[in-house]
C-alpha cells in the first residue's frame, strides 16, 4: 500500500518549550511520509527562534509566520496552513499536545482502508505528568447522532487533535471562522457536519495525549475576555449553517449552553456590553422568553459583582432552578477545552 502525504498543521504561539515536546512526538512517528506546517501567531522573537532552530533538525518541519494581513489567532493560523499543505491528508494538532508513536500511522491505516473522508481517533488527557483515562468517551455511527451530540449537554464528542481529514473534503471547501477566538473545535466541527455531509468513523484506540491547563501550561490573561467576544460569533456562525428546523430544534440547546458559560466565565472585568452582544445574538437567533432573558441578565450580576458576597450562592441555585439549565454536567467536564 502506498505512503500518502499527511499535512500536519500546528498553530503556536509563545510556548516554545511545550511545542518543542510536541514537535519530538511528531518527529517519532513510525509513519514517516509527513509535513508539519508550524505556523507562529505573533510569538516573542527568543520563542520564535527556539522553534526555528528545532526545524533545522529535520527538513519535514517548516515554520511560517502568520500573514499580516491575517487576524490574530489560532483559526487564522489553521487557515493559512491548509493553503500552504501538500498532502493527501491533514492533520490539525495543538502545539502542546503530544502524539503517540503510532498516531498518524493509525489514523492513514483507517482512511486508506475506507471510504471515508475521516477518522476520529480517541485521546487521553494528561497534566504533564500523570496520565488520566478519558472515561467520557462518546461514540456515534451516523451524521445526525454526531450533531446532536455536538449540539447537546455532553461533552464535545471530538475536538480537532484526534480527527484526520482528507484533504479533498476540506481544502477550498471550508474553512475556520478567523473571528473566534474560542469554541473554535465545535464550530468547525459542527459546520464541517452540517455543510459537507462527510462520511466518518470514530475509533476507540487511544493514540494521542491531549494537556490540560496547569502551571507550566496557563491560560491566557485574556482567555476569559475572549469567551466572551466569541460567544456571539459562535451562536451565529453555527446558526447559519442550520435549516429552520433545526435551529427549533436545538434552540434549547443554545439557551443551555449560553447560560452555563456566562455562569462559568463571568469575571468582575467582563463588561456588560460584552455580555449583551452574546444575549442579543441567542434573542435574534432563538426563541427565548422574557422571563429566561431577565435569569441571564441577573446571572451575569450575580457573577460579575456579588460573587464573594453572603447570598450569592443561594442566588445562583434559584436561577439555576428557574431557568432549568442543568450547568453542572458537561461544561464543567469541558471547560478546559473550548
Request: overall charge positive.
Given at each position: 500500500?502506498?505512503?500518502?502525504?499527511?499535512?500536519?498543521?500546528?498553530?503556536?504561539?509563545?510556548?516554545?518549550?511545550?511545542?518543542?515536546?510536541?514537535?519530538?512526538?511528531i518527529?517519532?512517528?513510525?509513519?514517516?511520509?509527513?509535513?508539519?506546517?508550524?505556523?507562529?501567531?505573533?510569538?516573542?522573537?527568543?520563542?520564535?527562534?527556539?522553534?526555528?532552530?528545532?526545524?533545522?533538525?529535520?527538513?519535514?518541519?517548516?515554520?511560517?509566520?502568520?500573514?499580516?494581513?491575517?487576524?490574530?489567532?489560532?483559526?487564522?493560523?489553521?487557515?493559512?496552513?491548509?493553503?500552504?499543505?501538500?498532502?493527501?491528508?491533514?492533520?490539525?494538532?495543538?502545539s502542546?499536545?503530544?502524539?503517540?508513536?503510532h498516531?498518524?500511522a493509525?489514523?492513514?491505516?483507517?482512511?486508506?482502508?475506507s471510504?471515508?473522508?475521516?477518522?476520529?481517533?480517541?485521546?487521553?488527557?494528561?497534566?504533564?505528568?500523570?496520565?488520566?483515562?478519558?472515561?467520557?468517551?462518546?461514540?456515534?455511527?451516523?451524521?445526525?447522532?454526531?450533531l446532536?451530540?455536538?449540539?447537546?449537554?455532553?461533552?464535545?464528542?471530538?475536538n480537532?487533535?484526534?480527527?484526520?481529514?482528507?484533504?479533498?473534503?476540506?481544502?477550498?471547501?471550508?474553512?475556520?471562522?478567523?473571528?473566534?477566538?474560542r469554541?473554535?473545535?465545535?464550530?468547525?466541527?459542527?459546520?464541517?457536519?452540517?455543510?459537507?455531509?462527510?462520511?466518518?468513523?470514530?475509533?476507540?484506540?487511544?493514540?494521542?495525549?491531549?494537556?490540560?491547563?496547569?502551571?507550566?501550561?496557563?491560560?491566557?490573561?485574556?482567555?476569559?475576555?475572549?469567551?466572551?467576544?466569541?460567544?456571539?460569533?459562535?451562536?451565529?456562525?453555527?446558526?447559519?449553517?442550520?435549516?429552520?428546523?433545526?435551529?427549533?430544534?436545538?434552540?434549547?440547546?443554545?439557551?443551555?449552553?449560553?447560560?452555563?458559560v456566562?455562569?462559568?466565565?463571568?469575571?468582575?472585568?467582563?463588561?456588560?456590553?460584552?455580555?449583551?452582544?452574546?444575549?442579543?445574538?441567542?434573542?435574534?437567533?432563538?426563541?427565548?422568553?422574557?422571563?429566561?432573558?431577565?435569569?441571564?441578565?441577573?446571572?451575569?450580576?450575580?457573577?460579575?459583582?456579588?460573587?464573594?458576597?453572603?447570598?450569592?450562592?443561594?442566588l445562583?441555585?434559584?436561577?439555576?432552578?428557574?431557568?432549568?439549565?442543568?450547568?453542572?454536567?458537561?461544561?464543567?467536564?469541558?471547560?478546559?477545552?473550548?
Amino acid at each position: 500500500m502506498n505512503k500518502p502525504l499527511v499535512s500536519i498543521i500546528v498553530p503556536t504561539y509563545n510556548k516554545a518549550l511545550l511545542a518543542i515536546e510536541t514537535l519530538e512526538s511528531i518527529a517519532a512517528q513510525t509513519y514517516k511520509q509527513w509535513e508539519c506546517i508550524i505556523v507562529d501567531d505573533g510569538s516573542k522573537i527568543e520563542e520564535y527562534n527556539t522553534i526555528l532552530n528545532f526545524t533545522k533538525t529535520d527538513q519535514r518541519f517548516t515554520l511560517h509566520k502568520r500573514p499580516s494581513n491575517k487576524p490574530k489567532g489560532a483559526n487564522a493560523c489553521r487557515n493559512y496552513g491548509m493553503v500552504l499543505s501538500k498532502g493527501k491528508y491533514i492533520q490539525f494538532f495543538d502545539s502542546d499536545d503530544i502524539m503517540l508513536p503510532h498516531c498518524i500511522a493509525g489514523r492513514v491505516e483507517g482512511l486508506q482502508a475506507s471510504t471515508l473522508d475521516f477518522v476520529v481517533f480517541s485521546m487521553d488527557i494528561f497534566d504533564g505528568n500523570q496520565v488520566y483515562v478519558n472515561s467520557d468517551q462518546i461514540i456515534v455511527s451516523t451524521l445526525q447522532e454526531a450533531l446532536d451530540e455536538f449540539l447537546s449537554e455532553r461533552r464535545l464528542p471530538w475536538n480537532l487533535q484526534r480527527v484526520l481529514f482528507k484533504s479533498k473534503l476540506i481544502k477550498g471547501r471550508i474553512s475556520f471562522n478567523e473571528e473566534l477566538l474560542r469554541f473554535q473545535d465545535g464550530d468547525f466541527n459542527i459546520r464541517v457536519l452540517t455543510t459537507l455531509q462527510p462520511k466518518f468513523k470514530l475509533i476507540i484506540e487511544v493514540d494521542s495525549r491531549y494537556r490540560m491547563p496547569s502551571k507550566n501550561n496557563p491560560r491566557s490573561q485574556s482567555f476569559y475576555l475572549n469567551v466572551f467576544k466569541s460567544m456571539p460569533i459562535y451562536i451565529q456562525s453555527v446558526s447559519s449553517t442550520l435549516t429552520k428546523d433545526q435551529k427549533q430544534h436545538y434552540q434549547w440547546y443554545f439557551q443551555n449552553w449560553l447560560y452555563a458559560v456566562v455562569g462559568l466565565y463571568t469575571r468582575p472585568e467582563i463588561e456588560y456590553s460584552k455580555f449583551l452582544k452574546a444575549y442579543k445574538a441567542l434573542k435574534n437567533n432563538y426563541n427565548i422568553s422574557i422571563f429566561k432573558r431577565l435569569i441571564l441578565k441577573a446571572l451575569f450580576f450575580n457573577k460579575k459583582y456579588l460573587k464573594g458576597f453572603k447570598g450569592h450562592v443561594l442566588l445562583s441555585k434559584w436561577l439555576n432552578k428557574w431557568y432549568g439549565a442543568k450547568t453542572k454536567s458537561s461544561y464543567q467536564l469541558n471547560k478546559n477545552r473550548i
